[in-house]
C-alpha cells in the first residue's frame, strides 16, 4: 500500500533553513505529483507547493513563493521540500500527499517549529 513517511522537521530560529524530505513507497512514484501540505495549531490544513510527475513543474502557495522550493528524486522516490529565510507563521506540522485515483494518501508529518 501507498507509504509516506516525511522526516527533516524541527526547531528553526526565525531566518534559517530546513530541508524535509518524503520517502514514498507503494506505489510508482514517477508517475505521480507529489505535495506537501502544513497544518497550524487551530488552523485548517493549507497547501504549500506541489510538483507534477510529467514535467517536475512546481506551484506554490504565495505565502511561500521565493523562499520554500519543491524537489523529487526520482531514482531515490522520494521528495524535498527546502524551506528558507523561515518565519514564525511557518510552524506548523508538514505533511507529504499523493493523491491517486482520486484518494489522498498521507504521512504521519513532521513538526517545523520557527522561534522568533
Known amino acids: 500500500q501507498v507509504q509516506l513517511v516525511e522526516s527533516g522537521g524541527g526547531l528553526v530560529q526565525a531566518g534559517g533553513s530546513l530541508r524535509l524530505s518524503c520517502a514514498a513507497s507503494?506505489?510508482?512514484?514517477?508517475?505521480?505529483?507529489m505535495s506537501w501540505y502544513r497544518q497550524a495549531p487551530g488552523k485548517e490544513r493549507e497547501f504549500v507547493a506541489r510538483?507534477?510527475?510529467?514535467?517536475?513543474?512546481?506551484s506554490y502557495a504565495a505565502s511561500v513563493k521565493g523562499r520554500f522550493t519543491i524537489s523529487r528524486d526520482k531514482a531515490k522516490n522520494t521528495v524535498y521540500l527546502q524551506m528558507n529565510s523561515l518565519k514564525p507563521e511557518d510552524t506548523a506540522v508538514y505533511y507529504c500527499?499523493?493523491?491517486?485515483?482520486?484518494?489522498?494518501?498521507w504521512g504521519q508529518g513532521t513538526q517545523v517549529t520557527v522561534s522568533s
Open positions: 510538483i507534477n510527475w510529467s514535467d517536475d513543474n512546481t
Open positions: 500527499n499523493v493523491r491517486i485515483g482520486g484518494y489522498d494518501s
Open positions: 507503494g506505489f510508482t512514484f514517477r508517475r505521480y505529483a
